[in-house]
């Protein structure tokens, strides 16, 4: 479908309202089938496979003894450890000196900070030299002394680089040894020692991370830290349960006005009680508010009691310290508490405590049952709950590797031209990692590697790809594009090794902002625990055993988010709060008209299946083919005459899909699909909203109020429809082989249950179900059933959604 039909029936579909049998506009059916044409995406937005020179490939021609890391190119360094130094000769007037080595390779030079008067200086710093970009057929080092107008020179040593070791990890680091320095003529000098070490490695170096590396010359020495490739935990966050019970003996200004409530304060996290409806002194509410807090607990609830009826008298206060509250991981009873309220009068100007406390009945937990959601729910990396006693096994490995990126789209200029300083985020789970910032490149090489435990399949891992702020004087991290990859959708053991598109939505649309090439590997160390895994709900147990509402899911969600990126910001160097929120997906469930109408093209996708069903039956009763009308009536005779074969026909016509599907299951895994994201085919009025603030800047203040309530019901409608696509599209990857693992589940289940049923009488089997369908409450659960939990597995076009 060309771009411009395509935009005409979205139009359509656009203006369509109830009243679509006004002359010169299109039937309803019409449109949907000619939606049902679905194109690829242009190749400029496709995903393309690579062959890396990786040893996981099985096509590594490289030296064996540097495959540490198989899932990346090898990188060649020359590192240099500058350790200490002792007895180095004065130099000043002052009989000492300020030293500092300089490390000389060609046109790069490295140098260490200085000390001001100490001649037996240490160091220990490692500086690694990117043996691609050597032109010099030795290395120097080279101790100078610190000067106002030029330094002093103190001693040097060299190395010629065909004499330096190669060193390949595990094996030890290379010891350090003393130098004698030499003179500018190559003579040993009586006073001054170096202590160094010298060798050739890779980016598998435990020394890697930490050095200073050539690429980043221009960078000075403590902005170094800034650019490092780090691993960051995400905090261990905790739903914190308050019971509000009840309160005893309180002391109001006017007992004829008594409306009370509790305002419970927790960091920037505020909930109040609804007002008791017993009024009187000893005021019951029987209410649950539950908070997000994360570990180290730095802050602690502050419980109010107020007389809304009396200008929000405080009736009361009471703080309560988390550290001792009690942790709970299942649905068993928490022991209620009486606190004391503290109150102070004003008298004469002093504050004055009150002789007689009231009481404020709680009961307070840390539920440690519950999964924290700070994801969507669509694409989370991670499903355990907080308690770790409740975890589960792991059931594999995923490896990722990082491996380089090309034709990144200029993110700023610097001295008159656009640049960009490119690094990767990878988030899985609690564990983050952000590889080393590549100066001025628009094709960086990073080829780092890294690892994750997989504790569920049906979990999906986001990388993305951001500009380094820090460079251009302190500004925010540009993002760039990032990609998802759901773990069910890959085959175990397998390599990928493909160039995903790094796809952007600006207000200007649409845009390809270069290319990252990825290697995974999802590596499966207990298969049955995994195959488990699809019969288990997606979610702990308390989940459905006490669940929470929708309203209270978004707001904690909100909470979780705001938490998590507060605390990635403190580390060093920090995980800016707009690299999180973009990971984590904050705004996704903001209104927007582009998205909304995606959603209703995927449910219009998902119901082409029954459409077509629909009109193969009018045309089966239309006799528009004899033959097969015929046979469709014979095959209607035996199944009424036979119809302990309806199931098991089924079932074994459904295997046979599957088996013939095969063939034909996805090589790939998904990646940002432009066009299922209509993203092709916005229009500037539709980006407009959507890149619009939250609340709206447009308009006066009415129109922004209705503005905003009209985003806010279209963000629920579209969550909702999407929902349903999901569904759809879950039922359609039974057969599609997207998810191996669960495709081979169901055929297997469909072979057997064909086996079972042509064996058991028809009659018993619908007697069972029907017995099962209609048993008795107490031999049910609140927990989905296997089947509910399997379907709910299954994979979706939500992963592959902008």
């Known amino acids: 479908m060309e771009s411009g039909q395509y935009c005409n029936n979205y139009s359509q579909i656009s203006d369509f309202d109830y009243e679509h049998h006004d002359s010169g506009r299109p039937g309803y059916d019409s449109i949907l089938l000619n939606l049902l044409h679905w194109h690829p995406p242009p190749e400029e937005f496709a995903l393309k496979e690579t062959a890396p020179n990786i040893a996981g490939s099985g096509k590594y021609a490289g030296d064996k003894l540097t495959t540490t890391y198989d899932l990346v190119e090898q990188m060649q360094y020359l590192y240099v450890r500058v350790v200490k130094a002792k007895e180095l000769p004065p130099k000043d007037v002052t009989g000492s000196c300020d030293p500092y080595v300089e490390i000389k390779l060609g046109n790069y030079k490295g140098i260490t900070k200085h000390f001001e008067k100490k001649s037996n200086p240490e160091w220990d710093h490692v500086f690694a030299f990117s043996q691609d970009r050597i032109q010099a057929s030795f290395v120097e080092i080279v101790v100078k002394d610190k000067d106002f107008v030029k330094d002093d020179f103190i001693g040097r040593i060299s190395f010629e680089l065909i004499d330096v070791p190669k060193r390949v990890p595990p094996d030890s680091p290379l010891a350090p040894q003393w130098y ?98 017993v009024k009187t002194v000893n005021p019951v509410w029987n209410e649950d508010l539950v908070f997000v807090v994360a570990e180290p607990f730095e802050e602690a609830l502050m419980l109010t009691v107020e007389d809304r009826g009396n200008k929000d008298e405080v009736l009361g206060k009471c703080l309560l310290p988390l550290y001792p509250v009690q942790r709970r991981w299942d649905n068993k009873a928490v022991h209620s508490k009486w606190h004391n309220l503290e109150k102070h009068t004003v008298v004469d100007g002093e504050k004055k405590e009150a002789k007689f406390a009231s009481r404020i009945h709680l009961r307070v937990c840390l539920d440690g049952g519950y999964h924290v959601l700070d994801e969507s729910t669509n694409y989370s990396s991670d499903l355990r709950p907080t308690a770790k006693q409740i975890w589960k096994s792991s059931i594999g490995i995923l490896e990722l590797g990082i491996i380089s990126a090309k034709g990144l789209s200029p993110m700023k200029t610097r001295d008159g031209r656009g640049t960009t300083d490119a690094f990767c985020v990878a988030k899985y789970g609690n564990k983050w990692v952000r590889t080393r910032t590549i100066i001025d490149s628009f094709s960086p090489n990073w080829n780092e590697q890294y690892t994750w435990e997989v504790f569920d399949p049906c979990t999906v891992i986001t990388i993305g790809t951001f500009d380094n702020g820090f460079l251009q004087k302190a500004s925010n991290d540009l993002r760039i594009g990032k990609v998802r990859i759901r773990l069910s959708t890959l085959e175990t053991e397998r390599v990928y090794t493909h160039s995903y598109p790094l796809i952007a939505l600006h207000p200007s649309g649409v845009k390809k902002m270069g290319e990252l090439q990825l290697a995974v590997r999802f590596s499966c160390t207990s298969y ?275």
């Open 180 to 277: 004698k320095l030499e003179d500018k003529k190559g003579e040993k000098l009586k006073y001054g020692e170096i202590m160094l070490a010298v060798w050739k490695g890779t980016q598998a170096d435990e020394c890697f991370s930490d050095a200073w590396h050539s690429d980043a010359a221009t960078v000075n020495r403590d902005g170094v830290s800034k650019i490092r490739g780090k691993v960051y935990l995400s905090p261990k966050l905790w739903y914190v349960r308050v019971n509000v019970i009840e309160c005893q003996d309180l002391i109001p200004g006017d007992r004829n006005k008594l409306e009370v409530c509790v305002k419970v304060v927790l960091g920037n996290q505020v909930h109040r009680t609804k007002v008791s409806s």
């Open 528 to 802: 049955i625990n995994m195959l488990h895994k699809y019969s288990q709900p997606i979610l702990p147990k308390m989940h459905y055993v006490h669940p929470l509402s929708m309203g209270q899911t978004d707001r904690l969600r909100h909470h979780a988010t705001q938490i998590v990126s507060t605390r990635l910001a403190r580390a060093e160097p920090p995980l800016r709060k707009e690299v999180v929120e973009y990971m984590l997906d904050v705004a996704s469930h903001l209104w927007s008209v582009r998205r909304s109408k995606a959603n209703f093209f995927r449910l219009v996708n998902v119901a082409s299946g029954f459409v077509g069903l629909i009109k193969w039956l009018e045309a089966i009763c239309h006799w528009t083919n004899p033959l097969t009308t015929l046979l469709i009536h014979v095959l209607f005779v035996m199944l009424i005459l036979s119809p302990e074969l309806i199931l098991p026909t089924v079932f074994l016509y459904l295997f046979i899909v599957g088996i013939w599907r095969y063939r034909r299951k996805p090589r790939h895994p998904p990646h940002m699909d432009i066009r299922l994201s209509h993203a092709d085919a916005v229009t500037y009025d539709e980006l407009d909203e959507e890149f619009d603030t939250f609340p709206t800047s447009k308009g006066p203040n009415f129109v922004r109020m209705r503005y905003d309530r009209l985003r806010s019901i279209g963000g629920r409608i579209q969550t909702v429809v999407g929902d349903l696509a999901t569904q759809g599209e879950r039922f359609h990857s039974l057969l599609s082989w997207r998810d191996p693992r669960a495709s081979a589940l169901f055929v297997t289940f469909c072979l057997i249950t064909s086996v079972v049923l042509y064996v058991i009488p028809f009659q018993a089997v619908a007697l069972l179900i029907v017995f099962y369908v209609l048993r008795h409450p107490r031999f049910r659960t609140k927990v989905p059933s296997m089947p509910a939990n399997f379907f709910r597995r299954l994979p979706s076009g939500a992963d592959s959604m902008l």
